[in-house]
């Protein structure tokens, strides 16, 4: 970075945040892209499409572990991990993995 950079930079934070916070949705939007590619754009349980609502499950589980082993893990990091092991994952919708997690959890209550 040059040092007429490093002043801009220095000079308009506002500017550089919000330029960071576009290139983080961007990535983010195509990595989520990437995902339903792979994986499919509707809940399987209920046949739910807004994106905005679909999530990636980890079929057997397991998805806290894998957020500790990845550091937290980001959703360049989970495309990989779903591109590298479809058969892993699953997209449901919120309303769908809750009551998957609650039945996991307490399956006697929710007989």
């Not at 990535?27 to 999530?55: M, P, T």
């Not at 495309?79 to 919708?93: G, T």
Request: charged residues 35%; proline residues 3%; aromatic residues 8%.
């Amino acid at each position: 970075m040059t040092t007429a950079q490093r002043r801009w930079v220095k000079e308009n934070p506002v500017k550089v945040k919000d330029i960071a916070r576009r290139c983080y949705l961007k990535s983010r939007a195509k990595n989520r892209e990437e995902i339903f590619r792979v994986l499919g754009r509707v809940c399987i349980q209920c046949g739910f499409d807004n994106w905005r609502a679909l999530h990636v499950d980890h079929i057997n589980g397991g998805g806290n572990a894998e957020r500790r082993n990845n550091n937290g893990e980001s959703i360049r990091s989970r495309a990989k991990l779903v591109r590298n092991n479809p058969e892993k994952y699953q997209i449901l919708c919120a309303n769908c993995n809750f009551i998957k997690e609650s039945l996991r959890r307490e399956p006697e209550v929710f007989k």
